[in-house]
């Protein structure tokens, strides 16, 4: 059952001065799945990433060509109001980077930007987004401790529900369980497989195995180039191109 | 070289030891023989008429109230200028600009600033703002002047401060759909809220202090200023008032001491309401 692109890219090259760190870039993300960005460091998966919420505009000397749609609609279109891109479009880093507030105020972060201070209201958002997240019965009794309490595992959900209680409709992981043991990582792994039904998510996963096990969609990204993308059953099994195959095998990267 | 004559890493390691610590020691003892030799002459001349009458007789007797709030009257007034203007500096030149030709020349424009000794910034205060725009001697001339003196700490300690708030920190914000300014008043700010809090204080400390700037630009009259445009003299001008013209010995170092107690006092005060400040909104 094909689904509609939620997020597609069209032509999209990229450059650092004067590294090209995209090359000529085409991929359609399908809302409601998980779709995967895997390959080799240095293959522009995070660049691309950090494109679809345009954090990169706060790095100076880059430069973009081609386009990226967000529901057919250019994010680079004049007028376009980034901060509520960006609510649209949330983000989870490599490492868990909770700020340095409350357990509370960190998931409450984000709608207090966009100007809700309701209390009542607010402890909703924080209470569902810590349930979507799988982390409300570890800390429903501690929601004013410092989130730095937190043990890793625990923290990096709590970035998730922090992403959650944006209500965004798309969500990067950029290596979510990078620094996590494997426990904590199946925790989000299961989790992510729940959001799904509600959320795009695109990930730039930690391994090839993690991009196996939870990818619906997986692109196949080397030095700059989607190199193929498709259907993660078969792209993990019957990869089309033989530089798919070699990283697969690992034979390099 | 050391070698030559048969001291090894290990001797050099031991005798480096000694060096340093007793560097330390000289420090200290230096610090405490300041501090001791002007408590010991200025306590004495200390007591309720002394802090709280009004000087008779040019200051040879009397006490030193009208010093004391025109010491605190000027220099709350120059933090309360110059803190705003150094912050917002510091957050432009952190935040909101690139590295590029203006904020080197801003740069090296405070760098400059800091630089220089105080009779100058007290010559300039006086033709600006005592002669050209008609303040005359008084504690908004004074205030402004010593402003201008302190602004570079401020702004140093402060960009200081806002660049040891990890960048991540503000990729988070940013990406939680903060505006440039709700990065700056949400993450940058408390972060760097302690490092403020030391310029500021640095900055206080330099006014309380500051004779020849405050002399050309807010006078030496002994009376309690009333408002804005009065002149006043503040303790440091007072002791140096005091000392310089042989009035009186004794109430310059009973000026001395209370002028090193409430910057002793000032330093305590503030940092404890800092840590309380940090420790809240951890808890928060």
């Known amino acids: ?253 | 070289m050391l070698r030559r004559w048969g001291i090894g890493p290990k001797q050099t390691g031991k005798i480096a030891a000694a060096i340093v610590w007793m560097a330390a020691i000289l420090t200290l003892l230096l610090l405490a023989f300041i501090l001791v030799y002007v408590l010991w002459n200025g306590l004495p001349q200390l007591s309720l008429s002394f802090l709280f009458g009004n000087p008779t007789n040019m200051g040879r007797s009397g006490g030193i109230w009208p010093m004391i709030v025109s010491t605190a009257f000027l220099s709350v007034l120059s933090v309360l200028i110059a803190t705003p203007v150094g912050v917002a500096t510091a957050i432009y030149l952190t935040e909101y600009t690139r590295e590029g030709r203006l904020t080197r020349i801003i740069r090296f424009g405070t760098e400059a600033l800091a630089g220089i000794p105080s009779i100058i910034f007290g010559l300039f205060g006086f033709v600006f703002f005592v002669i050209y725009l008609g303040l005359g001697w008084s504690v908004l001339s004074g205030a402004l002047t010593l402003s201008i003196m302190i602004l570079p700490t401020i702004v140093r300690t402060a960009e200081e401060a806002i660049l040891t708030v990890p960048r991540p920190y503000r990729e988070v914000s940013f990406s939680l759909g903060a505006t440039r300014w709700q990065v700056v008043t949400t993450v940058v700010l408390p972060g760097a809220l302690p490092g403020i809090v030391t310029g500021i204080i640095l900055g206080l400390g330099r006014t309380v202090g500051e004779t020849a700037a405050v002399i050309l630009t807010a006078g030496s009259a002994l009376h309690m200023p009333h408002s804005l445009f009065s002149p006043a003299r503040t303790m440091a001008v007072h002791f140096y008032i005091l000392a310089r013209e042989g009035i009186s010995d004794a109430n310059a170092w009973g000026t001395g001491a209370v002028l090193l107690i409430s910057i002793l006092l000032i330093n305590v005060l503030i940092n404890q309401a800092v840590q309380r400040l940090a420790s809240r909104r951890m808890v928060r």
């Open chain 1, 1 to 253: 059952m094909p689904s509609p692109a939620k997020i597609e890219v069209r032509g999209l090259s990229y450059y650092y001065g004067a590294t090209k760190a995209l090359s000529d870039v085409s991929l359609s993300i399908p809302a409601k799945a998980i779709t995967a960005l895997f390959g080799p460091a240095g293959g522009g998966k995070t660049t691309l990433l950090r494109l679809f919420n345009r954090l990169n505009d706060l790095l100076a000397g880059t430069r973009r060509q081609g386009d990226i749609l967000l529901d057919g609609e250019s994010i680079f279109a004049p007028g376009l109001d980034v901060t509520s891109l960006r609510r649209r479009v949330g983000m989870v880093f490599a490492l868990p980077l909770p700020l340095p507030l409350s357990i509370r105020d960190n998931v409450s972060y984000g709608p207090r930007l966009a100007g809700q201070h309701n209390h009542h209201r607010l402890d909703e958002v924080v209470e569902k987004a810590l349930r979507d997240a799988a982390i409300w019965d570890e800390v429903k009794d501690r929601l004013d401790a410092p989130a730095l309490s937190l043990s890793g595992g625990q923290q990096q959900r709590l970035c998730i529900a922090r992403v959650l209680a944006l209500q965004p409709e798309v969500i990067l992981l950029d290596e979510p369980t990078s620094g996590l043991d494997p426990i904590s990582t199946a925790r989000i792994e299961e989790s992510l497989q729940a959001l799904k039904r509600d959320y795009t998510i695109v990930i730039v996963p930690h391994s090839v195995q993690q991009a196996a096990r939870v990818a619906d969609e997986a692109a196949f990204m080397l030095m700059g180039e989607l190199v193929e993308h498709g259907p993660g059953a078969q792209l993990f099994t019957k990869p089309k191109d033989e530089r798919t195959e070699n990283y697969l095998m690992g034979r390099f990267g």
